[in-house]
């Protein structure tokens, strides 16, 4: 089932702009995180991943912040431009055994120029 | 490079008809494979994964099955397509090693 959810369904926002999409998850034995950006009719492509031994990790614009104390994740992305209009979401895995990750509802990222 | 092929990329199907959705995997070996299916504007939800040849997971109970006859091709199938069959289905894989998953391009079937 799903057990990872999100705030916001949809976040509009103006191209330049710093985006913050969060991501509630309800499971506190998972101990890798991913987010997912999905351009209409398309698969989701990886963005960026984060373990839990860290608090926080950079890629090229983007941010993902880990809080296990409260169970939450963010997706920061720097300079927003319309290219990033995509749903975004997601994901949590746990190690011990086979597992399959776990996947949040979705936020609707709505840049306009 | 490992790529990753699910195809046709889109279809329409009636209602009670059959259904076989391929995907591939190519430059690697013994990928645990996943079919996804997304309604419109929702999330993803996992029907069927694989860990080798012939070992299939069902997820959830519906009117779909899968196969995997070969290390690196996993098909989606059903007998009698229903109308709520319908919606984006995504084939993905994954490594042992490696948490995360790659997707494919997705399949979107429309059962009229």
């Known amino acids: 089932g799903e057990s990872v959810g999100l705030h916001l369904p949809t976040l509009s926002v103006q191209e330049g702009d710093n985006s913050i999409i969060n991501c509630a998850y309800s499971?506190?034995?998972?101990?890798?995180f991913i987010w997912y950006k999905q351009e209409s009719g398309k698969g989701p492509q990886f963005i960026i991943d984060i373990r839990s031994n860290m608090d926080k990790r950079q890629g090229q614009r983007v941010t993902v912040l880990l809080n296990k104390t409260v169970k939450h994740l963010s997706l920061q992305i720097a300079a927003t431009q319309p290219g990033d209009s995509a749903v975004y979401f997601c994901a949590e895995n746990m190690w011990g055994g086979y597992s399959t990750l776990t996947f949040g509802k979705g936020t609707m990222l709505l840049v306009s120029p | 490079s490992q790529t990753i092929h699910q195809w046709p990329a889109t279809l329409v199907q009636p209602v009670g008809s059959p259904l076989s959705l391929e995907c591939t995997v190519e430059g690697t070996s013994n990928p645990n494979l996943y079919w996804y299916r997304q309604a419109a504007g929702r999330g993803l939800q996992l029907l069927f994964y694989s860990v080798g040849i012939g070992q299939i997971s069902s997820e959830v109970p519906q009117n779909l099955s899968a196969s995997r006859p070969q290390d690196r091709q996993f098909i989606l199938s059903s007998k009698k397509l229903l109308l709520s069959d319908s919606g984006f289905y995504l084939c993905a894989w994954s490594t042992d090693r490696d948490y995360g998953y790659t997707f494919g391009s997705g399949t979107r079937l429309t059962v009229v």
């Open positions: 499971n506190s034995a998972s101990d890798y």
